[in-house]
């Protein structure tokens, strides 16, 4: 699994006890407060499962914010290169939702231990049309992991986002965006969404419920099919 962040620069809503400094509200260079830190948990949870980890902790989005889809792009052609055992692809960012008077709002999920943040699978539908055989298996991944969280970790995903932006997910195997929270949400909350994500699947979840899973993915496939007759569009937070 190769990890990596267009805007690892994103942040959190600062608690009084972290004293780190923010190049503009809710984004920092300090790799423990952004999304590099994220990164690094999922990556040491994973790797705990015994799953192979490339965690890329460049910074994308700096100096310019504008050219980090480009950089991004960059370092992941160039992993792809160098490490042609890569399967999965994992962009992680965090989302931004506000109130009506643009406060930012926490997305969260209630678990018997506390509230984590809610992750979000998104799904570039940018090369659809043209047949692209990689959109298929970005989708087909998203639809998998979304009806196992689902299923496991019921609340801690909201709806897979298909759309129209250009996310680079074309270049590798089984691609995928994944907002993990929202400004409005705490660092710990988000760090919190990654222990229950990889629940799923291991442990006391190994012993699958594969018809439970099955009919899951069958929900989830008709969620993105309505989500899809009413309007993809491409997002300006990601």
């Not at 190769?2 to 620069?9: D, G, M, P, Q, R």
């Not at 997305?107 to 990689?134: C, H, I, N, R």
């Not at 298996?137 to 909201?158: D, H, S, T």
Request: with cysteine; charged share 20%; proline share 4%.
């Amino acid at each position: 699994v190769l990890i990596f962040h267009t805007h690892a620069s994103e942040s959190y809503t600062k608690q009084t006890a972290q004293d780190y400094q923010e190049t503009t509200e809710f984004r920092t260079l300090n790799t423990a407060y952004n999304m590099v830190a994220l990164g690094d948990k999922l990556a040491t949870l994973l790797e705990q499962a015994g799953i192979g980890v490339i965690h890329d902790r460049t910074l994308h989005d700096y100096p310019s914010y504008n050219s980090a889809y480009t950089n991004s792009r960059q370092s992941v052609q160039d992993y792809l290169r160098r490490y042609p055992s890569i399967q999965v692809v994992l962009d992680l960012h965090r989302d931004a939702a506000a109130d009506e008077n643009g406060n930012p709002l926490p997305l969260t999920a209630t678990f018997p231990d506390g509230e984590y943040a809610q992750l979000m699978l998104v799904v570039s539908a940018f090369d659809a049309e043209a047949k692209d055989p990689k959109w298929q298996e970005n989708m087909a991944l998203a639809l998998k992991l979304q009806a196992k969280l689902q299923l496991y970790c019921p609340g801690v995903a909201r709806p897979i986002a298909v759309r129209t932006t250009n996310y680079n997910q074309a270049l590798g195997p089984r691609t995928l965006l994944v907002e993990m929270g929202a400004a409005g949400n705490t660092q710990q909350e988000a760090l919190g969404v990654g222990d229950q994500g990889t629940e799923v699947g291991h442990g006391t979840n190994a012993h699958e419920d594969q018809a439970g899973i099955d009919a899951q993915l069958n929900a989830e496939v008709e969620n993105v099919q309505k989500a899809e007759g009413d309007n993809i569009t491409g997002s300006p937070g990601s």
